[in-house]
């Protein structure tokens, strides 16, 4: 007696693997701790007000350069407020734990591409690379 498998049951066990992966990811330290730092900037009303404050900085640049007008002070300024925002402790620690997860993603990308012989995360991310 054979068992045959379908390109259905293929299909659901990818599917299921690729739930317990994203749910194992979720459990990693890193992961946690990208969380709790996410909360954190997200909870302090001040620092909210500096990344709005930031934001405004942002996209009168990201137009004064779309008009021709952005001078080399406007950009400096745009720089020295990032630095300042990214300098806050709550930021800081957010910016880290980012990374660290951005890394482990590109980990575990590297594993699932290598028998793929593609860049999954790369085609997976559904924008046009030239």
Same mark, same amino acid.
């Given at each position: 007696? =054979?068992?045959?498998?379908? $390109?259905?049951?293929? %299909?659901?066990?990818? &599917?299921? #693997?690729?739930?317990?992966?994203? +749910?194992?990811?979720? &459990?990693? @330290?890193?992961?946690?701790?990208?969380? +709790?730092?996410?909360?954190?900037?997200?909870?302090? $009303?001040?620092?909210? $007000?500096?990344? !709005?404050?930031? +934001?405004?900085? !942002?996209?009168?640049?990201?137009?004064? !350069?779309? *008009?021709? %007008?952005? %001078?080399?002070? &406007?950009? !400096?300024?745009?720089? *020295?407020?990032?630095?300042?925002?990214?300098?806050? @402790?709550?930021? =800081? $620690?957010?910016?880290?734990?980012? *990374?660290?997860?951005?890394?482990?993603?590109?980990? #575990?990308?590297?594993?699932? *591409?290598? @028998?793929?012989?593609?860049?999954f995360g790369q085609?997976?991310?559904?924008?046009?690379?030239?």
């Amino acid at each position: 007696m =054979s068992v045959e498998t379908t $390109e259905g049951d293929i %299909t659901n066990d990818v &599917d299921e #693997l690729a739930t317990e992966l994203g +749910e194992a990811i979720t &459990d990693l @330290p890193a992961y946690q701790e990208f969380l +709790e730092a996410k909360q954190a900037v997200e909870a302090d $009303e001040e620092l909210q $007000e500096e990344i !709005r404050e930031f +934001e405004q900085i !942002r996209e009168e640049f990201m137009m004064a !350069r779309q *008009s021709g %007008t952005a %001078t080399n002070d &406007d950009l !400096r300024e745009l720089q *020295s407020a990032q630095q300042e925002l990214h300098e806050k @402790p709550k930021m =800081s $620690e957010y910016l880290q734990a980012q *990374s660290e997860v951005e890394l482990k993603l590109q980990e #575990l990308n590297e594993i699932i *591409s290598e @028998p793929l012989e593609v860049d999954f995360g790369q085609k997976a991310g559904g924008c046009c690379e030239d």
